[in-house]
């Protein structure tokens, strides 16, 4: 029996009353990818409940906020929550052994993005613009992101070789980085 499927709104009002359909379904289509990038990134499976538990309650907080509004879909919202609160969770306990593949990109504005609740709209700013990067984009991006070398990628986007990859990384996030400064939503310099 195929998966019943949810408006963003939906998902927001089902999490603002606790409703344990929409719960599950956030966790069947959210959860899998979360763990993966959790796991990744020095961290096991319970944290990465720890973290998709610390992540709805974020959106929870937020959705009762009359301002909150999405500009994405939800599971990249949802994902992007999780990145930060596990980037935040990563730099508490960093030692010079960790291997934190993304505070290098995000940690120019960190401050920005982190609030007190998890998470500023300035993220979902940045997370606007990477659903408008072409599907390339996103994909060298996401890859490079997940630690996947330039060699591997230049194979999996069938690209000459790995300068090619990295060249396109360079213009992708050149692009990314040019459209979030200019939005008026995120003023701070990057």
């Known amino acids: 029996m195929p998966v019943k499927s949810y ?28 763990k993966k990038h959790i796991i990744n990134n020095s ?5 990465a409940k720890d973290v998709f538990q610390d992540a709805i309650v974020v959106i929870y907080k937020k959705s009762n906020n009359n301002d909150f509004n999405l500009d994405c879909d939800f599971s990249t919202y949802l994902y992007s929550v999780c990145k930060l609160l596990w980037l935040k969770e990563l730099k508490k306990k960093k ?6 593949r993304e ?40 890859l490079f992101y997940d630690g996947v070398n330039a060699k591997e990628i ?14 396109k990384k360079f213009k992708c996030k050149e692009k990314l980085l040019k459209w979030i400064r ?9």
Request: a neutral charge.
């Open 103 to 142: 505070l290098e990109e995000l940690q120019k504005y960190q401050d920005d993005i982190i609030g007190s609740d998890g998470v500023s709209d300035k993220y979902a700013v940045y997370y606007k613009y990477i659903n408008k990067l072409d599907y390339d984009c996103r994909k060298v991006l996401r």
């Open 43 to 47: 961290g096991n499976a319970q944290d």
């Open 154 to 167: 230049a194979n999996i986007m069938g690209y000459k070789n790995e300068n090619s990859a990295r060249s």
């Open 7 to 34: 408006t963003i709104n939906a998902i927001l009002k089902g999490i603002r009353e606790k409703d344990n359909k929409v719960l599950h379904y956030v966790y069947q289509e959210s959860y899998p990818a979360i």
């Open 182 to 190: 200019k939005d008026p939503n995120f003023r701070r310099d990057i």
């Open 95 to 100: 030692d010079e052994k960790s291997n934190i």
